[in-house]
């Protein structure tokens, strides 16, 4: 298929675009599976009186889930030193959660999760490092130094106190969706946080989140690491997200960072969703983002067109360059400043089971973005599956559709989505990847009412210019997720 693959799959966007949101959700008597994955409980826990029956009048929430991965690069080029080999992966588990139920105002949340790897799809134990997609269901970190795939974690835990009806404070182990930090639970096990935070909806139509977080877990970690923070000299073991910025190092930043994450959403205004939101790593960065969408209904119609700011402020004063992820800064204009800013912008148009996108983005010729917490900075916009396109100086243009047919009561659970992405990166840096056209697609069938399986296909033609590596490849995702 290789790079073909594009050419072909333009007949299904153009099919999409003309057949009149785009993806069904998973929704069971105890939970509902959103489209971007999240979990949202339908049935909790009631309010008792003693705290024996917060314990026996708890609840479980059970979910088996099996992911698998093949990476087929267009080019190897692992037999002359480089980093591109043909790859697959799997994981085969799931999560048991458990919810106390409230007593005077306090319940508590335990969730295990579970990731084993059957072995005869995945790649050897010397072979690790070439794990693409695949690396999140299991610890590169402990495969690498003499133990073993699979891992079983506490994903959640916290103690949950609701001061209002409307007002939530939440401290240890937990999940938490804004702009910047997300749970992106794609894969076997889901990023989380270790601190405190406060989600209140006590002011009319808005919805304010605060919060403050001592660690992180990314989703291919057992225990917690540092919240920003890369050590070179153990690479898997501190903060080793895709998206890190590999200048900021345990020995220049340290290994004990915070990270301040403010957001306050409002609907006051009719048809308007607007969001203002903050992060911070204290003496390291700051972020300011805004954010607007507003819609347009037209009969059965509604075009939403929206916008999302985001300015990076430098508060390292680094005497060492910063300004590339990569850490080759050759070409930027400022290289030892994070200063930089984003703008994206998107139209949605939506009738019934459609969903059609026409989204743009562009990094300023400063930094790149520094977003290591999953909260991907151009998505919702222009991120297409396994892309990242906020580096400085990159435009990114994407068409996008979908189409829920259990909505149109065609094909009762089964919805597709296809994404078509012009990445155009700046040839003039080394550190920076080659442009490309990015084809991807979900394919979505609702089993039986508690169970779901996904297929996803993602095609990148890259087009390298000044010695960059052709990163042209293939990717194949089958997931299967049953909820009991």
Known sequence: MKKNAIKLALPAIAMLLVSTQAQATLKTDKVTLKGNMQVKYNKLPK?????????????????????????????????????????????VGGSLIYKSAPFKGVSATV???????????????????????????????????????GMTVLGQAYLQYDATKKTSIVAGRQMFETVFTKSNDTKMVPNTFDGVSVTSKD??????????????????????????AFDPNNKWNQNDDSAVNKNLTVSRIGRDNKLFVASVTNKSIKHLKANVSYVRVPGVISNVTLEGHYTIPIGS??????????????????????????????????????????????IDFKQGGFLGRLGYSKVADKADIVAPWRGFPTGGFTRAMAQYNWYANTKTYMIRAGYDFSKAKILPGFSIMARYAIQDFDDTKPGVQADSNVFHMDLRQNIAGNSELKFRLGVVDAKPTNGKTDISYNEYRLEYNYFF
């Open 47 to 91: 309010a008792v009186d003693t705290f024996k029956e917060a314990l026996s009048e708890g609840m479980f929430y059970g979910r088996f889930r099996t992911n698998f991965f093949y990476w087929d690069w267009a080019k190897e080029n692992y037999k002359s030193g480089g980093k591109l080999k043909d790859n697959k992966n799997n994981g």
């Open 111 to 149: 969730g295990m999760y579970t990731s084993q790897n059957l072995e005869f799809f995945r790649m050897d134990k010397a072979d690790v490092k070439y794990a693409k997609a695949g690396k999140d269901t299991f610890s590169r970190y402990n495969v690498a130094t003499g133990g073993h795939y």
């Open 203 to 228: 002011i009319p139509k808005t919805t304010v989140k605060l919060a403050y977080f001592v660690g992180q877990k990314l989703r291919d970690h057992t225990s917690r690491h540092d919240i920003l």
């Open 301 to 346: 119609l509604k075009i939403v067109p929206g916008v999302r700011y985001m300015m990076q402020f430098d508060d390292l004063n680094a005497n060492y360059g910063v300004a590339n992820l990569k850490t080759n800064e050759t070409n930027y204009k400022d290289p030892n400043s994070l200063d930089s800013n984003l703008l994206c912008a998107r």
